[in-house]
């Protein structure tokens, strides 16, 4: 059927009246069936025609109800900007004064209940379908030797769903956040502590988006009162959610309703965050809101919310790569490798995109070193950068992200014994990973690691500690086999025992000395545990051997125990601190496990129940060791391994390890020998899973 018989067409509702006739909404009577005017038209001269169908074109808007309420919240926010400023100008305070001070609370719960709950089923299209920037083979249709597409891959900018924008939750969404906004005079306090703050998170993280400056989070706070932008308003909600997480205990902070009680503070912003933003692909799906969604991850690292912090990196890093970030690094400096005519907006955005990815990378990087969580950004290499800059001093950022470029493959290390593999390939792979740490240590120089006193909070120390600690995990599987009879694993037990003295030494001077909301701090104290327990177990194993005298390494045992001393005492003044808990308790199992060692031999089974940082309760109970129990295995027949020690963990570095001239030779050993655990002077019994990640009062006491 043509166009022009469907617009003749006659309607299906009284197909015989004629337009004039249904316009007057009169009969319409025709004198006989062949007539071409009715009685109507034709007594008053008019001329007759017939009805079309109007099909409403491309210019014709239709006003639904939706369109109607964005008009009324676009008309009310321009009314409280108004009045904001009129305010702001009077010299009025603005905070909070739009609710009543006893219905600020409740009001601001059933905002954000009212935009969790708003029912979106009646959208034309999903908001993560604008996501995706396409398959890449459907644009080179469009971009080869005959077509050019003006390079709309590059250039391609993801912008918020056009849907969103005109949506009535934006201003909801923004009266929430505002509702947990400090006033300007509370803001320039609070402004004065993060400027401090910011620039040591900075040399962690990649930092984007934000001026350190009171002056410029000031006028930030005064600009975000005006204009309706959820993910700016997040995202400086968070900057002073951890500002007041990481202020010292002394810090005199305002009296805001919303602050009267800082923890309730950090978490009521972390709440209102993740519905509002987080939890929204419309706005998380951006790059202002994969921006605010980095700082979510750090607040919820330092509340020790692991399994949160898990789950929603694995979200970011799904929408970032939804967004085509991963790409924009590459593109990046193809362009800058050549002379390109694109426009400065153009690289901007580029720069912008490649940096959101840099600091996705880095935080899925540093919260798997300091966490032991496996890698979901492996196959994206974090950019190489100098580890020394022009005057020679280390760039922290730069040497932490090669550091967690090997704690990737200590965690690789643990996976073999969990394996099974052979002992011979363990060893090799420890090497290896050991001849990368050397390397690494060898950059800075001797002088960097000598330890000078101080009393702020250095942050090359804390990379000098988490190299040490790496340096324990690599060997400390081969370390435990060690049994003193000779020299098998015994360069893995001396590097591991150096490493645990020097970790320990550096505990010990630097935890007084971190911020009390350093999210870094229960990592800390779980590390220096570590050391400790070791140290005590490598102490009992040689005061008991057959042939103490034999032991020709250096150690010093009384120095050692007054090392531990020292390390419980730390984690014992830890008191009134963020992960104070967890110090406590690692404390006390220290202590607990040392008076079991100094127990008496019995033929009578002697066993305690500990309470374990990080595990749960567990059951520890202490073997006999005795010649026999090390003779027994040695009776069964012998498997050769060969042993490759990299020639250069005998030259890098020597003043790291007083053991490093160890010469390791090809020495038989028992298949025993795979369960690295059967020498040990005590057992552990182990739950299978990990019940911290799902415990909410554990978490909860960190805050």
Known sequence: ???????????????????????????????????????????????????????PGPEVVRVTTRARLVNLERNQSSIWAAVRELQAQNGIATSDGWLPSHEGHYRRQSIVSHFNSVDDADDDTDATEDLSPGPTHLLQLFDNNLLDSDGHELGHDISAPSNYATSPQKAQACIALRALTPSRADMATIAAYASSMLPLYASLFPMVNINTTPEAMVALHNELQHHDDPAALATLLLYIAMTVQHAPATASFPTSESMQNLSTFVKNVSDTVEHIVIADDAVAGTIEGIEAALLFLRLQLGRVKLTKMWVQSRRVIALAELLGLPRAATALASLESVESTSSASHISRLKQRAQAWESICAIDRITSMLCSLPLATANYPLPK????????????????????????????????????????????????TDHELRLLASFPGKDWWDMKPSTDFPIDIVLQYWHKYFTVRTHLQLALTYDGQNEQFAFNFITCLNACQELAIRYVSLRPTAPIGFFANWVIDMQAFTSAVFLQLASYKIAHKS?????????????????????????????????????????????????????????????????????????????????????????????????????????ETSFLNAGAGIA????????????????????????????FLADDNFSGRMQ
């Open 547 to 651: 042939n103490p005298e034999r032991f020709s390494h250096g150690f010093d045992a009384n120095m050692v125990a007054d090392l531990i001393n020292q390390v419980v005492r730390t984690m014992e003044s830890s008191t009134g601190r963020a992960g104070c808990d967890f110090a406590q308790q690692a404390a006390s199992v220290i202590r607990s496990l040392d008076s079991l060692l100094q127990r008496p031999h019995s033929p009578e089974s002697q066993r305690i129940s500990l309470s374990l940082p990080l595990i749960g309760t567990i059951q520890i109970s202490r073997r006999l060791y005795s010649k026999e129990n090390v003779s027994l295995g040695q009776s069964m027949p012998p498997q050769t391994v060969t042993h490759t020690l990299p020639q250069s963990s005998r030259n």
């Open 385 to 432: 950068r100098p580890l020394l800059d022009s005057p020679g001093k280390v760039n922290a950022q730069a040497y932490l992200y090669s550091l967690a470029g090997i704690a990737s493959r200590v965690l690789e290390l643990e996976g073999m014994k969990s394996a099974r593999r052979p002992p011979s390939e363990l060893f090799n792979a420890v090497m290896r």
């Open 664 to 691: 390791l030779q090809s020495t038989p050993y028992t298949s025993d020998a795979i369960d690295l655990m059967d020498s040990f002077s005590y057992s552990m019994e182990f739950p299978e899973s990990y019940p």
């Open 1 to 55: 059927m043509s166009t022009e018989e469907i617009l003749t067409k006659w309607p299906s509702k009284n197909p015989k009246s004629c337009a004039e006739c249904r316009r007057r909404k009169v009969r319409c009577n025709w004198p006989s069936e062949i007539a071409q005017t009715c009685s109507y038209c034709e007594a008053r001269g008019l001329i007759c025609e017939p009805q079309r169908l109007r099909t």
